[in-house]
């Protein structure tokens, strides 16, 4: 579905990724993990198109997309939900859901029946169904992480990028965040899954990735890396866990 | 020896400046530079407001008028000399500098900008108006200043005009590089957590303000002499544009850039007035732009497609330079067309872009990691030592906060008891009101009701600067660095408090001043080493990874010096090993007897680290005591924790 083969990305001068290769296969979960400052982030802005690789290829269902605009990537598919959430604060949750489908509108009319995906994702996320018609902004962190997976999902989209979900939620969230997650990828939705919190991570993805300082460090089933006792140590050991 | 070679260039701009007149002779050329030079004290002072404390004033050509009005009627009515109009005009300005500010302390931005227009207009009105003082349209006439019992020559004030450009280059070059230059850049990049380093905005917004006016008053004086005629229509709504425009063209928080503002508004126009000077300035301009895009595409930095528009602009323009038979037509045109060229495509100023441009075709590349090996000393003691003296006693005590924002009750009657050398936890769903809690405890919202005892005193209705200054401080939930400063400054501004010198100290460098700096740079070091990011002092703060910036701002709030510390979610996007080593930190500054209030989601850092834990949920305490009895509690495992 993704692939990702030998992709350079930075800031300017400063250069973070120094060729990575991955591969998201139709419907499986992968993951990607490491600590800060590894480039994780970056990963996620160099496939959406936010900054332009300097080298190297993304391709999505066989399309080449490195280089394409964000708005123009949206619409072939490729939903993000960014890190730190980013609603639209001040628009009620479901303009916010119906913005998510907005790159579905290309010819004169939508893709899809819109209105049966804003009733069904609605139905995913109860607690924004009954918070249909309160503003973005008035919602807790929780909410609002909800509110932007289900805009995601809104796409109808290829796959999702999902950029740190569980940051700064209550524990019981985080349990519900990964719930919803388990609960998409048995309906086959594809997703790339980016997490500080690495056990949980391992546990709902099929595949992981782990990066070091831009590199690839390791990749593999996601049951071997949670045994890796080099992973083990440097990424899932004592604290973090809930 | 660097320091000097460095200023080797500075020196021959300085020699070139007094050889100028003495070159070129003729009246008019000394009197354009001359009118250069006083644009460009303007510019400094102008720079203060609008490139360090990131405010529009379109207020300052009023400014101007004020200095150059307080000289003319001194002069004229009561016949003074320059050596008593001179500190005069400075501080009438200065005093209009600090009422302009007082608007600017409520509303920012566009607003703003229509504000200073405002006063602009009504100064201008008042100037026309107050005949008996001003002498009104008709204007006021001056002659050169005398020296020595006789009149100054054109070329004796063009020295005298220059003496004072350099003077308020030193003075604004070690001002901006001192702490209130930090002030300044701090409450641009985050007013609120300027204000929770102890830094108050209010204070150094007027600052800012009466100093940048202080310079417009020091211009405005010296241009009343230079054209030996002022009347009120030159102080117009257009001149403050064009000095903003300088601002943004030359390239702000740049002393150069000022500079070359300030040539450029004073000589575009005139340029514009003779069709083959026009066509000579167009020519070079264009060579100059496609060397530098070719360069720039042979090194690859750039790619054909976003230099062709430039390109295609400036050629268009030499082209059009010479199909032209009369500029007379054209010139206002031609005017909005460079300025449009340079504002879109050098949103940095001339400067900015040349910084930029050298960089990358020199290849000095940036990297993140290392460079500076600069030697931490490692016996300055860089927490403060409160010690363990009467552990337990009651440090903080809130007691039945209640805070409503309209119906909601964010917080409803909390009462929290935190005892010195403890870290007492405070969690709770999103949206309980834990973030509530730190903000009323900072100042920066004041509860409806109840109070807030710190070390027995109320804070309640206290500024957050002043809360601050008394010993507590805090870190943000969305980290609040000063993202355009690096991260050793980030650590200064928290040091600001131990600053005592003033402003003559600093434009002196006096002892003092060069003592507190030094001191006040070794301890930021020292913070810097004991976060682990000593070899990222140099890096701009939002070039940080985020958990990079989460440690920054531990460092930077241990720099006021507290005995309370409130962290809010040090760990959120933390990794599991980041989170050890943010636990090692927090022991660290406990065992130095520093009193914590720790918001956290991670379950584990709560746990291990805090001797009591209380839990908010819907505003309201649902449970407090000790970690392992708050875990086991119904009620949290039902609102919080999950099964």
């Not at chain 1, 480039?39 to 160099?46: E, Q």
């Not at chain 1, 708005?71 to 916010?96: C, W, Y």
């Not at chain 1, 169904?129 to 932007?148: D, H, I, V």
């Not at chain 2, 005009?89 to 600090?98: D, E, K, L, Q, R």
């Amino acid at each position: 579905m993704l692939s990702i083969k030998n992709l350079e990305a930075g800031y300017g001068k400063v250069k973070v990724l120094h060729g990575i290769n991955i591969d998201v296969p139709k419907g499986q979960v992968i993951t990607l993990i490491g600590s800060n400052g590894a480039g994780k982030t970056t990963t996620m802005r160099a496939i959406t198109g936010m900054i332009k690789p300097t080298a190297g290829e993304v391709t999505l269902g066989g399309e080449k997309i490195d280089g394409y605009d964000s708005h123009k990537i949206a619409r072939l598919g490729l939903a993000h939900s960014p890190e730190g959430r980013r609603v639209f604060t001040t628009m009620s949750v479901t303009d916010n859901l119906l913005l998510g489908a907005f790159p579905r509108f290309t010819g004169s009319r939508p893709k899809g029946d819109i209105k049966h995906d804003l009733d069904k994702a609605l139905e995913m996320f109860p607690r924004l169904k009954e918070r249909r018609n309160q503003l973005a902004g008035t919602l807790s962190g929780g909410e609002q992480q909800m509110l932007a997976m289900a805009r995601a999902v809104m796409l109808n989209p290829e796959i999702i990028l999902l950029d740190e979900p569980s940051m700064g939620l209550a524990p019981i969230l985080v349990e519900e965040v990964f719930k919803i997650i388990s609960n998409l990828k048995s309906q086959g939705v594809t997703m790339l899954l980016v997490e500080q919190f690495a056990a949980a991570a391992l546990n709902v993805a099929d595949y992981g990735y782990v990066l070091e300082n831009g590199k690839i460090a390791t990749h593999g089933p996601a049951s071997k890396l949670k045994d890796d006792p080099a992973v083990k140590a440097a990424y899932l050991g004592g604290a973090g866990g809930h | 020896m660097m320091k000097l070679k460095s200023s080797i260039p500075l020196l021959i701009a300085i020699a070139g400046l007094f050889c100028l007149p003495l070159v070129l002779q003729n009246p008019y050329y000394i009197h354009l530079a001359e009118t250069i030079l006083i644009y460009t004290i303007l510019l400094f002072g102008l720079d203060i407001v609008v490139g360090y404390v990131g405010q529009v004033s379109l207020g300052h050509a009023a400014l101007f008028g004020i200095g150059s009005y307080t000289a003319g009627i001194l002069f004229f009515q009561l016949g003074w000399p320059i050596w008593i109009t001179i500190p005069a005009s400075i501080v009438v300005t200065a005093f209009f500098g600090g009422i302009l500010a007082l608007p600017a302390l409520k509303v920012v931005g566009p607003y703003l900008a229509m504000v200073t227009l405002a006063f602009g207009t009504i100064a201008q009105i008042l100037i026309n108006e107050m005949t008996w003082l001003t002498e009104g349209p008709l204007g006021i006439k001056l002659t050169l200043p005398e020296l020595m019992g006789a009149p100054m020559n054109v070329t004796e004030y063009f020295w005298l005009v220059a003496v004072f450009c350099i003077l308020a280059l030193i003075v604004i070059d070690r001002l901006v590089k001192s702490q209130m230059g930090r002030a300044f850049e701090a409450l641009r990049d985050s007013p609120i957590a300027c204000d929770c380093m102890g830094v108050s905005v209010y204070r150094f917004k007027v600052i800012a303000f009466v100093i940048s006016a202080g310079f417009a008053g020091l211009a405005g004086c010296l241009y009343a002499y230079s054209e030996q005629y002022i009347s009120p229509n030159t102080y117009n709504n257009e001149l403050a544009v064009l000095f903003l425009l300088g601002i943004i063209m030359g390239g702000r928080k740049s002393r150069l850039g000022a500079a070359i503002g300030a040539a450029i508004i004073v000589l575009l126009p005139k340029l514009l007035d003779d069709i083959n000077l026009f066509r000579i300035v167009a020519s070079i301009i264009a060579v100059v732009v496609v060397i530098g895009a070719a360069m720039a595409l042979s090194k690859k930095v750039t790619t054909p497609r976003r230099v062709v528009v430039p390109v295609a602009g400036v050629v268009g323009l030499a082209v059009f330079s010479f199909w032209l038979n009369s500029i007379a037509d054209w010139r206002l045109s031609i005017f909005g067309f460079m300025i449009l060229l340079v504002v879109y495509y050098l949103q940095n100023g001339i400067v900015g872009f040349a910084k930029s441009f050298y960089q990358s075709i020199a290849g000095k590349a940036k990297t993140v990691r290392g460079g500076d090996a600069e030697v931490v000393d490692d016996s300055i003691s860089f927490i403060s030592a409160v010690g363990n003296q009467n552990a337990g006693a009651e440090l903080l005590k809130v007691d039945s906060v209640l805070m409503q924002f309209g119906g909601l009750k964010a917080l409803n009657k909390v009462d929290l008891s935190i005892k010195r050398g403890t870290i007492h936890g405070l969690i709770g769903p999103n949206g309980s009101g834990k973030s509530t809690m730190m903000n009323v405890l900072t100042g920066i919202y004041v509860p409806t009701a109840g109070n807030v005892l710190y070390a027995g005193e109320s804070v309640v209705g206290k500024t957050s600067s002043d809360i601050a200054l008394s010993g507590i401080a805090r870190t943000f939930q969305n980290v609040q660095l000063f993202g355009e400063m690096t991260a050793i400054q980030n650590i200064l501004v928290g040091l600001h408090h131990t600053f005592k010198s003033n402003m003559v100290e600093i434009a002196l460098h006096l002892p003092r001043y060069k003592r507190e700096e030094a001191e006040a740079h070794a301890r930021a070091m020292a913070l810097l080493k004991f976060v682990g990011l000593d070899d990222l002092a140099n890096e701009e703060a939002r070039n940080l990874p985020y958990g990079k910036q989460r440690l920054l701002e531990i460092a930077r709030a241990l720099a006021l010096d507290p005995e309370l510390l409130l962290l809010d979610e040090p760990a959120a996007g933390l990794t599991a090993p980041d989170i050890q080593e943010l636990l090692r930190i927090i022991r660290k500054i406990r065992d130095n007897g520093i009193t914590f209030i720790l918001i956290e989601h991670h379950m584990d850092v709560v746990m291990s680290v805090c001797d009591t834990v209380s839990v908010l949920d819907f505003g309201q305490k649902i449970a407090e005591g000790k970690p392992a009895e708050v875990q086991a509690d119904e009620k949290v495992i039902h609102a919080y924790l999950g099964a």
